[in-house]
């Protein structure tokens, strides 16, 4: 499969504990990007790389988010100390780069926070 | 900041019927305008659209696009349960998609 990968699929976490999703992109993208996406609504952007550059962060994320693309391939999403309120699905995607905004979707890592 | 409206939120038709979904926008600096749909999990692609007055069409879906106006309408005729999901209408603006909130379509048989 050479589509986008995420994992994990699904996460169950206990409020005030740490999570990290994984993202895979199609392997010539260069750009790679996070939203959130919550019943009822559209992606929500988070943020997005071009190769290991971090180029946007929404001004909605808190600090408790970060994200890293070391290499410039796979990406990893962190959450620190979940509350509730981040139960939502994550959603990663890639494109090839500037010019080319058509972005390909992964699976989803759908967390909830009990 | 940029802003994508879609109505209906909601529509519920039987097999066979036609029908439009709209989705209007304001955005700076304006480059292109997507539809995807999204049945259990990942938002799939259907189109891209730059220019106005153009039609991009695939199979019963088609789309275009009016820039003076800023909105895009998706049609899709002799819709099919296979058709049931949300779609979603985005916007590129700056160097990132914003989405509307979709349309969630149920084609009942």
């Known amino acids: 499969d050479t589509g986008v990968s995420q994992n994990p699929r699904h996460k169950i976490t206990k409020r005030g504990q740490n999570v990290t999703f994984r993202c895979d992109p199609i392997?010539?993208?260069?750009?790679l990007y996070w939203y959130r996406q919550t019943l009822g609504q559209g992606p929500e952007f988070l943020t997005y790389?071009?190769?290991?550059?971090?180029?946007?962060k929404s001004r909605l994320l808190s600090d408790r988010f970060s994200a890293e693309r070391p290499k410039g391939s796979f990406s990893t999403l962190e959450i620190q100390r979940t509350e509730q309120g981040d139960s939502a699905m994550y959603l990663c995607?890639?494109?090839?780069?500037?010019?080319?905004?058509?972005?390909?979707f992964g699976q989803g890592t759908r967390l909830t926070v009990v | 900041e940029d802003k994508v409206v879609q109505s209906p939120l909601s529509l519920v038709v039987h097999e066979g019927d036609t029908v439009t979904l709209n989705c209007s926008y304001e955005v700076t600096n304006f480059r292109s305008l997507l539809w995807y749909k999204q049945e259990k999990k990942a938002p799939t692609f259907l189109f891209m659209l730059t220019s106005s007055g153009i039609e991009k069409k695939s199979g019963r879906l088609s789309s275009i696009l009016d820039k003076k106006e800023l909105f895009s309408i998706l049609n899709i005729t002799a819709t099919q349960t296979g058709d049931s999901a949300v779609y979603l209408c985005a916007v590129h603006g700056s160097e990132k998609l914003v989405f509307g909130k979709g349309t969630k379509l149920t084609v009942n048989p």
């Open positions: 392997s010539e993208h260069n750009r």
């Open positions: 790389f071009q190769n290991e550059a971090q180029l946007e």
């Open positions: 995607a890639s494109s090839l780069g500037q010019g080319f905004p058509e972005a390909f």
